[in-house]
């Protein structure tokens, strides 16, 4: 399933990119062109905005209640019946996440500590942000 989210929904953007959904979020995006690149990419809208109620041909969207992120996450997964999570995308950027095949590659990138703890590192192929899996991953899973 791929995203857009209104600007209201940036912190709910960058989970939706963590749990490794394509999510698109533009801080300063107008109506008019979130409903056009929606459409062109046939991605689903997440709003807080109801003046999107008042468009009768719109179908894949779904009006956020709540004001809390975690909320928000709640309320997605139970009525899109959301079931698989998997880390694949930048929060930063939307890009897609690649294993680091050589550890040394990123020795310094990252906190000493977790570079000496882990082995399982990731890269975003556009932006290069690094990535591991941490104890919060955990607890979003179970």
């Known amino acids: 399933m791929r995203f857009i989210t209104d600007a209201m929904l940036g912190r709910l953007a960058r989970w939706l990119r963590l749990l490794g959904f394509d999510t698109l979020y533009y801080s300063d995006i107008s109506d008019s062109d979130l409903l056009r690149i929606a459409r062109r990419e046939n991605r689903f809208i997440l709003t807080r905005d109801t003046h999107?109620?008042?468009?009768?041909?719109?179908?894949?969207?779904?009006?956020?209640?709540?004001?809390?992120?975690?909320?928000?996450?709640?309320?997605?997964?139970?009525?899109?019946?959301?079931k698989k999570f998997d880390l694949a995308r930048c929060v930063k950027c939307n890009g897609m996440l690649d294993d680091v095949v050589e550890k040394a590659d990123i020795e310094g990138s990252v906190p000493e500590y977790i570079y000496l703890k882990l082995s399982k590192f990731m890269r975003c192929r556009a932006c290069g942000n690094i990535?591991?899996?941490?104890?919060?991953?955990?607890?979003?899973?179970t």
């Open 52 to 82: 999107f109620l008042r468009f009768k041909d719109l179908k894949d969207f779904l009006l956020i209640n709540s004001n809390n992120t975690l909320d928000q996450l709640i309320e997605i997964t139970r009525v899109l019946k959301m």
């Open 131 to 141: 990535y591991w899996e941490g104890s919060h991953m955990k607890s979003i899973s």
